[in-house]
């Protein structure tokens, strides 16, 4: 075992600091020294890295490549991208053109128009003013009665032009109503815009009022709910009440609407 040990020591020794230095040049010994070792094994593998990246994005172009896909610059993209239309982006829209929507549909329906007065000529300006398209002078002369009939036709029952409108709208039927430069106009938007273009419904006075009378008898129930709910969403002193068994998180507070 002693012999091994020397013969061990002897061996060492050729690797030490000061007999590399005697048979090895500097230059050799700093570029293999533990700190540049360390470095050309990390460069290797971000080498290694960014040649796979750039061999994966090959593989996945040369793929839509095979599939037929297209591949324009980004400028060309992105103007794509902005170009496609989807039935949502046609009828989304923001909250006045919503609201708008709304309205079209009491509008279109038959009773909005049964509820409105003959008395002061109501009932004649309301035509005037929602349906253009419709109103001729000779509309104040004929009763209610006759242009509400279901069976009558465009050009003098409001059911029969609102019925046709729709279909205008939905694509149904030509548009007759509309100059040919307008209808160009009109062929790519949705169905409750083209109907807009026949129903003003911005310019309903009765509308108006209905909506008004609405607010005002919701009113009190708004009052109620704040002195119910209070503004204060919570509070410390409110944390620290006791409890009295009752579920008021679950439970539906509809008392004040019997």
């Known amino acids: 075992l002693e012999k091994q040990g020397q013969q061990l020591l002897k061996d060492a020794s050729q690797y030490t600091r ?8 500097h230059e050799v010994m700093q570029a293999n020294c ?7 094994g990390t460069d290797t593998a971000r080498k290694a890295y960014a040649a796979k990246k750039v061999a994966s994005a090959k593989a996945a172009v040369n793929k839509r490549i095979e599939r037929g896909v297209s591949l ?18 046609l009828n ?22 049964q509820k409105i007065s003959t008395k002061d000529g109501r009932f004649y300006d309301e035509i005037e003013q929602v349906l253009p398209k419709f109103y ?6 004929q009763t209610k009665t006759s242009l509400m009939l279901t069976a ?9 032009f609102l019925k046709l409108a729709q279909n205008i709208s939905d694509r149904k039927v030509p548009d007759t109503l509309s100059e040919p430069d307008r209808v160009e106009e009109l062929r790519d938007v949705s169905s409750l815009d083209y109907l807009l273009e026949f129903v ?19 009113a009190p129930m708004f009052e109620l709910m704040k002195i ?27 008392w004040y609407c019997e």
């Open 72 to 89: 324009g610059s980004l400028e060309t993209e992105h103007t794509l991208a902005h170009q496609l239309r989807t039935e949502h982006d």
């Open 200 to 218: 003003k419904v911005e310019r309903s006075l009765h509308l108006a009022d209905v909506e008004e009378k609405e607010s005002e008898k919701m």
């Open 228 to 254: 119910v709910g209070g503004t204060e969403i919570s509070s410390h002193s409110r944390y620290q009440l006791k409890d009295d068994g009752y579920d008021y998180m679950t439970t539906k507070s509809t």
């Open 18 to 25: 000061v007999s590399l230095k005697e048979r090895v040049s």
């Open 152 to 160: 009558g036709a465009a050009h003098n029952s409001v059911v029969a």
């Open 34 to 40: 533990i700190s540049k070792i360390k470095a050309r």
């Open 136 to 141: 001729s002078p000779q509309v104040r002369q």
């Open 92 to 113: 989304s829209r923001n909250q006045a053109q919503t609201d708008s929507y709304n309205k079209l549909r009491k509008v279109m329906t038959k009773t909005f128009w």
